[in-house]
């Protein structure tokens, strides 16, 4: 299981690098920062995650779910934690699910990893995905190395597993991402 110094880890390396030289909010306006037409979107955080936070974040709003409801891996223990911003985070302190994004993990069934371009429905466009914008190398390495060791987490790689086997029984193209 993730610690702690493993999140602390994970932060650090994904610190820096971002997808597109320069902010790709400017494509968007940062439509994925929004809170949504109905407020009803937010990040989930990886079992374990809350330990970088204080939950005192004046731009975080906490929410705690119940996995199962969710639709999360039996492994996953209760609560998730979902939050929601309420206003623009401190880059520094943002959740590692928008240090990933525009990519994702996919399982092969062999158990090797690939990087690709999310596939889950969103209620907005992200030009990185839409437009075929270059990612940055360093932006890529680092999502890669972080999620090598986030899947070494059982609940991680079970959630990952489940993903990846419904996309296949979707038939949903993969994007694969090699340059890095
Ligand atoms: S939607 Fe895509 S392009 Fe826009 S801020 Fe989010 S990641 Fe960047
Ligand atoms: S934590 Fe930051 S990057 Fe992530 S959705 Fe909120 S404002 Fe955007």
Known sequence: MLTPKDYQYL?????????????????CGSVCCRPGKHD????????????????????LQWEEHDPVEHFFPASWPKP??????????PREARPLACRFFPLAPHLQRDGTMLLIYETMDLPYSCPLIT????????????????????LRDRRIRDL?????????????PLRIVTDW
Do not use: H
């Open 80 to 89: 998730v934690y979902f939050v929601r911003c309420t206003r623009p985070c």
């Open 40 to 59: 009803e979107l937010g990040i989930y955080l990886f079992p374990g995650e809350e330990a970088m936070f204080t939950r005192r974040e004046n731009w």
């Open 131 to 150: 437009q075929n914008k270059p990612l940055q190398k360093e932006f890529v390495a680092a999502v890669n190395a972080a999620w090598q060791i986030m």
């Open 160 to 172: 990952v597993e489940e993903d990846s086997r419904c996309r296949e029984e979707q038939n949903l």
């Open 11 to 27: 932060y650090r390396i994904t610190a820096g690098p971002t997808p597109l030289p320069g902010d790709c909010g400017t494509l």
